[in-house]
């Protein structure tokens, strides 16, 4: 027996069912870029409206702290979403409330509703207790297929288990069943490698994760913040000068565990945030004022490729450059496939995740070649840690 209730264990013919799923997915100008997030949640969706639920859809995007941006609608993931299930999916502009009643109420059984935003609530991040009794009010039970947002305490993530008879999805189960398997016991060394933007909800995450590896890649925007805390100026890059202590806490513990930290030497940097922007490489500590830091240099990635030689194991989660714009997709495109010819040659587990993580291993054609793509990056990191997930624990039976 499970930990927790799956779907197989619901009745659902009829029944509204509350589905938070992770549709957070990168996005431009209003396209969606990369799917996976989107096709991974398919069979849970296409299982339950097969079985006459009525599929109600909550999720969020971007963090819009509680305003309705625009930018941060769901509405532009309808059609991509329509697209990979193959049935329509009708749109709610909001997440309670008359609207969303209104959607629900003609919802007929095996028919699919996605809800606007559950960002631009305030008491979602705050897992307010009014918001889980206006979404609970919604629907007959709860299915948790959001695996990538099970890190976050909120309200649809993990309030609402409890106020209705929770269920964990296809995915949820299935990322559970693929790390467990991937990385319950890896075999060592190994390697992390942590970069991306999203540097203060991740930089504490490091501080557990020196104590479990042997060699820690950083790149991508939570490098610079390392680099400013030894003393490096980093011009204009994308940089939170606020966790220096952090930082440097951080590295002083890895140097009390034998965790191996490898920062970036040299740069690529630029003066603007644009596709084919003068750019130039340069050391790390020759760093223009009025330019920013937008990939690892040639002479990094190289040492990244000789670090990943030396692992058994390589987890990753966070792209080393601003991949989406070109030539700062060059460091990542590299590693993933020096990575990924390891994996080929059996030398190499490897296991990568988070949103952009997995679009920039699609970008280098090397998604499939990896061991296992989670849809989920910081979640991933905090399940890599030995921490409990919010959404994860509110399931268990
Ligand atoms: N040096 C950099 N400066 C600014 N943005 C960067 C830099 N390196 C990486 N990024 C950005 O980080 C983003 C991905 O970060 P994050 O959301 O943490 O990853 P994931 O979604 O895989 O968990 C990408 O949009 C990428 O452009
Ligand atoms: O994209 C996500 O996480 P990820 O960037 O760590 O992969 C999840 O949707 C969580 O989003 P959040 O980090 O804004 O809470």
């Not at 970008?363 to 994860?392: C, I």
Request: a negative charge; aromatic letters at 4%; glycine letters at 8%.
């Amino acid at each position: 027996m499970s930990a927790f209730k799956t779907i197989d264990d619901a009745d659902v013919a009829a029944k509204r069912v509350l589905v938070r799923v992770d549709l957070n997915v990168p996005m431009e100008n209003g396209v969606v870029t990369d799917a996976t997030r989107i096709e991974r949640i398919v069979p849970t969706i296409r299982d339950l409206a097969d079985r006459g639920a009525k599929v109600i859809l909550l999720a969020h995007f971007g963090r819009p702290k509680g305003e309705r941006k625009p930018e941060d609608s769901l509405k532009p993931v309808v059609a991509p979403l329509a697209k990979a299930l193959g049935r329509p999916v009708a749109f709610a502009d909001d997440c309670v409330g008359e609207v969303a009643a209104a959607a629900i109420d003609v919802l007929a059984p095996g028919e699919v509703l996605l809800l606007e935003n559950t960002r631009y609530h305030k008491g979602e991040e705050k897992n307010d207790p009014a918001l889980v009794a206006k979404l609970a009010a919604l629907g007959d039970l709860y299915v948790n297929d959001a695996f990538s947002a099970a890190h976050r305490a909120h309200a649809s993530t993990e309030g609402l288990a409890h106020a209705l008879p929770a269920y964990a999805g296809r995915t949820m189960q299935a990322e559970l069943t693929a790390l467990g398997a991937a990385l319950g016991q890896p075999k060592r060394p190994v390697i992390a490698i942590v970069g991306g933007a999203k540097v203060s909800t991740k930089i504490d995450l490091l501080e557990n994760l020196v104590g479990k590896v042997d060699i820690l890649v950083i790149g991508g925007g939570m490098a610079n913040t390392f680099l400013a805390a030894k003393g490096v100026a980093v011009g204009k890059s994308l940089c939170e000068h606020d966790l220096a202590e952090t930082a440097t806490r951080i590295m002083a513990k890895a140097a009390t565990t034998g965790c191996e930290i490898l920062l970036p030497v040299d740069a690529v940097v630029a003066r603007e945030f644009k596709a084919g922007a003068a750019n130039e490489t340069v050391d790390v500590a020759a760093v223009p004022a009025d330019a920013m830091i937008l990939d690892v240099g040639p002479q990094s990635v190289a040492a990244v490729s000789a670090a990943i030689d030396r692992a058994a194991t390589l987890i990753w989660n966070g792209p080393l450059g601003a991949f989406e714009i070109q030539p700062f997709d060059a460091a990542t495109v590299e590693a993933a496939r020096h990575a990924a010819a390891r994996t080929t040659a059996g030398a190499l587990l490897s296991v990568a995740g988070g949103g952009d993580t997995v679009a920039a291993l699609n970008h280098a054609g090397v998604a499939e070649t990896f061991t296992y793509v989670s849809t989920a990056g910081g979640a991933f990191l905090e399940w890599m840690e030995g921490k409990e997930l919010p959404g994860v624990a509110a399931l268990t039976r």
